[in-house]
């Protein structure tokens, strides 16, 4: 028998088992950094869940009527366990945030208040903090799901359970909505 004949197979399968070994420690390095980026994400969050009582302690002194109304709806957001969940309830608290900044206009000495601009500050910063985990996460996803749909990496994706994940979006209560412009009513 030819010598050849018995090497070549050999070569074949031992190509193709690091080649598989390789794939799947993609998909686990990409969950991994997912997971990492996820979790800057909810530190974040979790910063701005605890500035929104200061912020709403500085505003009670302005307003408290509006100030109770905003403390009381952010008091009633469920805390939720999945992500989707989260993002949702995410979603709710910072509608009732960027309504709270918007209250501020309406007081100019609030404005005007040093403790109003420090907590104001501080919640950029930290909206900035979310918004850059946030694309991470999503740089993440992108390469994960592309690895997920790719030939031939996609065998081993089914056979170990690594299915497409969702991009996130999360609004942020400081960005600023560009106002609609009507040329037609100018005229």
């Known amino acids: 028998m030819n010598p050849a004949l018995i090497f070549f197979p050999g070569v074949v399968i031992f190509i193709t088992t690091v080649w598989a070994v390789g794939t799947y420690n993609k998909f686990v390095k990409y969950r991994n950094r997912i997971e990492e980026a996820?979790?800057?994400?909810?530190?974040?969050?979790?910063?701005?869940?605890?500035?929104?009582?200061?912020l709403i302690r500085v505003i009670e002194g302005?307003?408290?009527?509006?100030?109770k109304i905003f403390s009381e709806k952010i008091?009633?957001?469920?805390?939720a366990a999945g992500l989707s969940d989260r993002v949702a309830a995410e979603g709710e608290l910072t509608q009732s945030l960027g309504g709270l900044l918007a209250l501020a206009e309406a007081y100019p000495d609030l404005k005007?208040?040093?403790n109003f601009l420090d907590l104001q500050n501080s919640l950029d910063e930290i909206e900035r903090e979310v918004?850059?985990?946030?694309?991470?996460y999503n740089a993440y996803i992108s390469r994960y799901n592309t690895l997920v749909e790719s030939f031939p990496a996609a065998f081993i994706a089914r056979k170990f359970g690594f299915g497409k994940r969702d991009y996130l979006s999360l609004e942020l209560a400081t960005e600023r909505q560009m106002?609609?412009?009507d040329f037609a009513a100018a005229e």
């Open 38 to 54: 996820w979790n800057r994400i909810d530190v974040a969050l979790k910063r701005r869940a605890n500035l929104i009582p200061n």
């Open 62 to 67: 302005y307003s408290a009527h509006e100030a």
């Open 75 to 79: 008091r009633t957001l469920p805390r």
């Open 112 to 114: 005007a208040s040093s």
């Open 131 to 136: 918004q850059q985990a946030r694309n991470r």
């Open 179 to 181: 106002p609609a412009v």
